[in-house]
């Protein structure tokens, strides 16, 4: 026998009489949506509201739109879930199966394992002075704010296996795995006598426990236990279920693979739906009136107990009209399938033949040879209606059908389209208005046999089909299609209307009504909506940016509410708000709050006697009963659930969090949480001080914030739904602390720039008059007739010149590559190496400019030669990253200060070594550069440059084939200075040669004659 599974929910009533009407809104959510598995064996809202779903799968958390999921991964200690709770500080604990509980606060898990095997039914009491104890074996663990602990209170001869606690009363129940019960006293535990031995299951919400008795003659049984009294509550045999005393709150059960509901403070029964399996007598506490979560063995299941009911396709399919009878009798008329009729407790096909042999009769007398089969006698079309005389008449395909005390009439043009496609009630002249293709009639109910055809055959209108039709409060008939027109039936004169107020093109009209006000509305395809102004005789057009696809019906829920259908659900307007400022939406319900139609159908509503709106729609048929809707909404609650990609607590906030490494930047993922949600969320932020205008809306949950200065700043979030004149939030607050590096300011870049521009200047500033002063010098030895030796001294004093532009671009291309690639913090470190480098080349520059003193007067010291040489190959490195590694190395027996050289008389050769040699060279392998310097005596000094490149040869055959063909001028200048220096008295030598296994080698020899 199936167990029977109590949902503790105890929300809305039923009764003696099980109700076999209408089902109850149901909605799944299963892996697809993201649950983490289908098979849910626990579930928790918290005080926050969001919905904790415990899986075989692991953990879900569902903020009514979106799942997200842990596991073992983020750190369970097991993937199975078998009970959740919220302690008093609003840490959630996780009961993972014979393993232990984990602690979550919204960022980490803290797990809590247990020695012993845990049983599959212990779990996790909360107490009223906040202390957490759970059934262990035998023992009564409590937890002491750091690990579970022996209860010093409570031992069992036998394993406990479930704890019972009633808050208001603060009364402690065990129940051993003998099913003997237990009480905590004054005089400590006490046996109870009246619930051992009997009980099958039990589970406790709202301050009573609610027990299920071991089956006895196929006799089920419930009682309701508040602590001193056991009260009888609900009997369940196979042939009756019956409610014997009412219960205080909404009860939840299952049977015969049926769920069952029954409604607080009432006797009656109703099934909620079938094939759901419920897994098990599941503790949940009441949180709505409205709403019901159920566990199932497929999937979370949301129920929507008030408001709504619908009939499943399988039992009324494809239902395009409703009417009622004088008896209350409902008719659906479905398209191409036979009519329906419901007492109110039963669904029964109506016999086609009924009908179709009163079509087939009434061709036959008017000559129509296209006979109706069964099929064709089915194709019901919009809007049947019941007159003042209870006649019910029927749209279809052969004309209106009348049925009138169980029998059949049918009534039809006797020329051109036969087709009725909608109606509408004449109450002043007892009349039916129908539409066709392109030609109205009114038929007379007293005398039906008149046809009146009402179409102006040159009108527009009347070029296609007619879609719908509505009489004014005057009796003036309105008719929408291709385009609106008023039919005024005293002086048979048309008025069209094709353009409203405001410009916008009526056509494509679905639908015309009038509310109970006497106002007309109209509505088309495109989900343009529009009100008639008869004072200024034209249609105002409403809601602009409302709806973006077609309004499918209006109609009047009561004096203050309109009902919008629409692909995305049925919206409420109150007619207050809309009076007032033109807008005034307040609700919509969908399949995320009740209304599961896809799709509503065109004209699909009607009001029944009892003020009740049935809903046609492309699947299923609903019933909105006003009296049971709730138009307010819930504000949600907004929440951060991670910053910068890091999971942010949801308590114990810190109330400044400083940004991670230095970090200026960093995107927050934003969490909206409610159970009514019938659109998708939207977000917006604004940060106080920075940006103090709220941000436009999105629904993207991550907000990306960019480039904030240092300091501490506050962030503020909130959220809404969709555009809805009602929705609103909470707004959450952040307060966040930014320490980031000057080259992370928000104009870091741009006064980089500036200063990279402003630092070429200068240098340029420098060359050229640098180069200025080398021109009069030459002047000024030419105008005073020097001796030949000096004029070949200020020679080389201009090749020297042409040098120095030529080895500050080389720097200065280094550098820019280092900036124009964002290498922010590099570039700022090594503005101040340029500066020293600038530095000691300007003094080696001066040094040769200057035309006073001995030639060798304007050497320089090795050691800044070489300094220099450092220098320009760090900055290729830059440009290079990882492409070559170098070495210097000197002679141990050499004195760097006190050897001399004339200056850039290497850096050339370097310069070669590395662009022709090493980077030519594939970029996996990484170049070597090698440079020594070898003292052969006081006077002469050898300095050897050699790299691993691709040697000369094939530098040659490669710089050939390249389209930008550069040409090193470094080199060339070296050996004519070189050539002058030695007319003046040095002795220098360069020679270059392959390397043995492979690159270049080369030799300068720097000595005196």
């Not at 019956?242 to 607080?264: C, M, P, R």
């Not at 046809?451 to 008719?479: H, M, R």
């Amino acid at each position: 026998m199936k167990k029977i599974f109590l949902l503790i929910y105890l929300y809305l009533i039923f009764g003696g009489n099980i109700s076999l009407a209408q089902d109850f809104p149901l909605w799944k959510y299963t892996p697809q949506d993201g649950l983490a598995q289908s098979q849910v064996l626990s579930y928790l809202k918290d005080s926050r509201g969001i919905i904790w779903v415990g899986t075989y799968g692991g953990l879900s958390r569902f903020d009514g739109e979106h799942f997200t999921n842990y596991t073992v991964k983020d750190g369970l200690l097991g993937s199975t879930v078998t009970h959740i709770l919220e302690d008093s500080k609003g840490y959630i604990w996780v009961l993972c199966r014979e393993l232990g509980f984990v602690r979550f606060d919204g960022k980490k898990f803290e797990q809590f394992p247990l020695d012993e095997t845990a049983q599959y039914w212990s779990k996790l009491i909360l107490l009223k002075n906040g202390e957490l104890i759970v059934s262990w074996g035998k023992e009564v663990l409590r937890f002491n704010g750091k690990s579970f602990e022996k209860h010093p209170r409570y031992k069992f001869s036998n394993p406990i296996g479930s704890i019972f606690y009633l808050k208001e009363s603060n009364q402690l129940f065990f129940e051993d795995v003998n099913q003997n019960f237990f009480q905590e006293t004054s005089k400590g535990i006490v046996p109870v006598k009246d619930l051992s031995g009997w009980v099958f299951q039990a589970i406790t919400f709202n301050d009573v426990i609610v027990f299920e008795s071991k089956p006895i003659n196929e006799m089920i049984r419930y009682f309701i236990f508040d602590g001193y009294s056991l009260k009888p509550f609900l009997k369940i045999s196979p042939k009756q279920k019956e409610v014997i005393n009412t219960f205080k709150n909404d009860f939840i059960f299952s049977n015969d693979g049926k769920v069952y509901l029954i409604k607080a403070e009432s006797k009656k029964i109703d099934i909620v739906g079938d094939n759901l399996v419920l897994l098990d007598i599941i503790d949940q506490k009441s949180d709505s009136k409205k709403l019901a979560w159920l566990p199932t063995e497929k999937g979370l299941v949301r129920l929507t107990k008030r408001g709504f009911r619908q009939f499943s396709e399988s039992q009324v399919p494809n239902c395009w009209g409703v009417v009622q009878d004088k008896d209350k009798q409902f008719y659906f008329s479905n398209y191409s399938l036979s009519l329906q009729k419901y007492d109110g407790k039963k669904i029964e096909k109506v016999p086609n033949e009924l009908y179709r042999n009163v079509i087939n009769r009434t061709f036959l007398q008017s000559n129509i040879k296209d006979l109706a089969d069964q099929k064709s006698s089915n194709f019901w079309y919009f809007k049947p209606i019941r007159s003042s005389n209870n006649d019910l008449w029927f749209p279809s395909t052969h004309g209106m059908l009348r049925l009138r005390d169980d029998k059949w009439t049918l009534f039809t043009s006797p020329t051109g389209h036969r087709l009725v496609f909608s109606q509408a009630y004449d109450t002043l002249r007892g009349k039916i208005i129908g539409t066709s293709i392109g030609k109205v009639f009114s038929l007379n109910i007293a005398k039906p046999n008149q046809f009146e055809f009402l179409q102006d055959t040159n009108a527009i209108l009347f070029k296609g089909l007619i879609l719908c039709a509505a009489v004014s409060p005057k009796g003036e008939y309105w008719l929408g299609g291709k385009c609106i027109g008023r039919y005024n039936p005293e002086t048979k004169r048309y008025r069209y209307y094709k353009y409203a107020a405001d410009g916008s093109k009526l056509r494509k009209m679905l639908g015309l009504t009038y509310d109970w006000e006497k106002r007309l509305w109209a509505y088309d395809f495109t989900g343009g909506v529009y009100v008639y102004n008869e004072k200024k005789d034209s249609f105002d057009r409403v809601f602009k940016s409302y709806f973006n696809t077609a309004v499918s019906f209006v109609e009047q829920i009561d004096h203050r509410h309109l009902a919008f259908g629409n692909s995305t659900g049925i919206h409420i307007l109150d007619l207050s708000i809309f009076k007032k400022n033109g807008n005034g939406f307040v609700q919509v319900f969908n399949h995320h709050n009740g209304y599961n139609g896809i799709e509503p159908n065109q004209l699909g509503s009607y009001r029944d006697f009892d003020g009740n709106i049935w809903i046609t729609s492309g699947t299923i048929l609903s019933k909105m009963i006003p009296s049971e809707l709730d138009y307010s909404l819930q504000p949600l609650k907004i929440h951060v659930l991670a910053i910068g990609g890091e999971r942010y607590p949801f308590i114990k906030q810190t109330q400044v969090y400083e940004l991670p490494n230095q970090q200026n930047s960093t995107t927050f993922t934003l969490e909206s949480i409610g159970d009514n949600k019938p659109f998708r969320s939207q977000y917006s932020f604004r940060i106080k001080g920075f940006i103090n205008e709220w941000s436009e809306w999105q629904e993207q949950n991550k907000i990306m914030v960019n480039n904030l200065p240092n300091g501490e700043h506050i962030i503020e979030f909130r959220t809404r739904m969709g555009n809805l004149s009602t929705s609103s939030s909470s707004v959450m607050a952040i307060n966040i602390r930014v320490n980031a590096p000057f080259y992370k300011y928000p104009d870091f870049y741009k006064y980089a720039t500036i200063t990279f521009f402003l630092l070429m200047v200068v240098i340029l500033i420098i060359a050229i008059r640098s180069i200025r002063l080398s021109r009069k010098l030459v002047s000024q030895s030419q105008k005073i007739g020097e001796q030949e030796h000096k004029v070949r001294f200020l020679q080389v004093q201009t090749i020297q010149a042409q040098m120095n532009p030529h080895f500050t671009f080389n720097v200065l291309g280094t550098l820019q590559h280092l900036i124009l690639n964002n290498e922010t913090q590099k570039a700022s470190e090594n503005l101040l190496k340029l500066s020293t480098l600038i530095r000691n080349y300007l003094e080696a520059s001066l040094l040769t400019d200057n035309k006073n003193g001995s030639l060798f007067s304007h050497e320089i010291q090795l050691s800044r030669e070489v300094e220099l040489l450092k220098m320009y190959i760090e900055f290729e490195q830059l440009q290079y990253v990882d492409r070559f590694e170098y070495e210097i190395s000197l002679d141990g027996k050499l004195n760097t200060e006190n050897y001399r050289v004339p200056p850039l008389i290497l850096q050339p050769f370097v310069e070669n070594a590395i662009k022709h040699g090493l980077l030519y060279k594939s970029p996996s392998e990484k170049g070597m550069l090698l440079i020594r310097f070898i003292s052969l005596n006081e006077d002469t000094l050898i300095c050897t440059i050699e790299d691993n490149g691709v040697g000369r040869t094939e530098a040659n055959r490669i710089q050939t084939r390249s389209l930008k063909k550069y040409k090193s001028r470094g080199t060339e200048l070296v050996k004519r200075r070189v050539d002058i220096l030695n007319e003046m008295g040095y002795d220098i030598t360069i020679t270059v040669d392959d390397g043995i296994t492979g690159g270049t080698v080369v030799t300068i020899q720097i000595g005196y004659k």
